[in-house]
């Protein structure tokens, strides 16, 4: 893959066919780097906002921008049963179709699929399953999944995998973890030469060193444009978690992006990046924005909670996102206490702000070599902050 380390040499980013990564400072595991793509620069570490059914829910594309993401998620599984991908390639592309034009990365479907239990058949083809929306039945394979992400023009495309949820046997994580192997090998048959975009491997192999290992292993002989830490992040617990990516990462290529799917907290989310992850996606920030919990820089708060009603300060008097400029907590608790949109739109928003500004803030530390101090002062202020019981 090669390397375009001043993208000045090819012109504008917009008529880029190439895509890199470079790895620009490392601090301990912690690195900061640059994902170049025909569509703009993704700054790592890097948080995704999820857009599961090509939309960040209770925010407009130019709205998310503006908190500074430089990339979003979507979902394969919702996007191929509603409205499916074949309407959305007619109708230009995921980009067009939501108006967003910065990059898009796109899950293989995997996850969702395997968390349908009786409403699915998993054989060496791939999954059977009837639809949790109206119960047509449909077949999703690596084959099948490359398709769909092409149709809707993912910039960086998932291989997919089965992702077992933890606990499991230690001969359950195996066998899946072989099945995605396979899958994995399809996954780049089937995806082609496609000049602009990325595929990204799924490592897997539950909690268990060696079969990471192996995992790790196979995908590099395969030859991927990144890697993720797939299979975590899935009932296991952050202690767990933690002891996988103690090794997971550093099994996986260094000149490649890593991506930890489904993580996290702000505490997670500090804790992957110092052990080498790059990538990150949740839902958290967004959901929590509707449900009225807050992340600020001081702890977590509960907008609905009574000690607020009354409260003139922002939510966070360090945040500059329109919630926190324009509104006091006493208004932002009357709106989500009388359910208006408004709400969920403030909250999201801030929530969305927050976390672009931990990814702002850990980049900028890992530049300088103060990633150690940086990690050690957020979880002081988060320890002595005044936090609201959820």
């Given amino acids: 893959m090669p390397r375009l380390d001043n993208p000045r040499q090819t012109g504008q980013m917009q008529h880029m066919t190439q895509t890199s990564f470079t790895l620009q400072a490392t601090d301990g595991r912690a690195r900061t780097g640059r994902i170049r793509t ?33 990339i979003l998620l979507g979902n394969t599984y919702h996007l191929m049963l509603r409205p499916t991908a074949e309407r959305i390639d007619r109708l230009g592309g995921l980009h067009d179709f939501m108006n967003w034009q910065r990059p898009i990365l796109t899950d293989s479907g995997g996850f969702q699929v395997m968390s349908l239990a009786a409403l699915r058949k998993l054989t060496e083809e791939g999954v059977a399953f009837k639809s949790h929306i109206d119960g047509s039945k449909h077949m999703l394979s690596p084959e099948r999944s490359m398709e769909i992400q092409r149709l809707l023009g993912s910039d960086i495309v998932m291989c997919f995998d089965e992702c077992p949820a933890l606990p499991a046997e230690r001969d359950r994580i195996a066998e899946s973890m072989e099945l995605s192997m396979r899958w994995a090998a399809r996954s780049k048959a089937a995806f082609g030469e496609r000049p602009g975009h990325m595929l990204f491997g799924i490592q ?76 990150m996606d949740c839902v958290l920030p967004s959901r929590s924005g509707r449900t009225g919990q807050v992340f600020t820089r001081n702890g977590v708060l509960n907008i609905k909670n009574a000690r607020h009603q009354d409260d003139p300060r922002p939510l966070d008097e360090a ?49 300088e070599g103060r990633f150690a101090q940086w990690a050690a002062e957020f979880h002081a202020m988060r320890a002595q902050g005044d936090i609201d019981p959820i």
């Fill in 38 to 70: 025909p569509r703009g620069e993704i700054r790592t570490p890097a948080f995704m906002p999820v857009g599961t059914a090509a939309t960040v829910k209770a925010m407009l594309p130019g709205s998310v921008r503006e908190t500074g993401a430089d």
């Fill in 204 to 279: 897997q192999g539950g909690l268990e060193h060696d079969l990471r290992e192996a995992s790790a292993e196979a995908l590099k002989e395969i030859g991927f444009d990144g890697y993720a830490v797939g299979g975590l992040a899935v009932g296991e617990g952050q202690e767990a978690m933690f002891g996988c990516l103690d090794f997971a990462p550093q099994q996986l290529p260094e000149d490649r992006p890593r991506y930890l799917m489904g993580v996290g907290k702000p505490d997670d989310i500090v804790g992957a990046v110092a052990r080498g992850i790059d990538m």
């Fill in 319 to 367: 945040c500059a996102c329109p919630a926190c400029r324009g509104y006091s907590r006493a208004y932002l608790h009357h709106v989500f206490r009388s359910q208006e949109i408004i709400s969920s739109m403030l909250l999201t928003w801030h929530n969305l702000t927050y976390y672009q500004d931990l990814m702002a803030g850990m980049r900028g530390a890992i530049a």
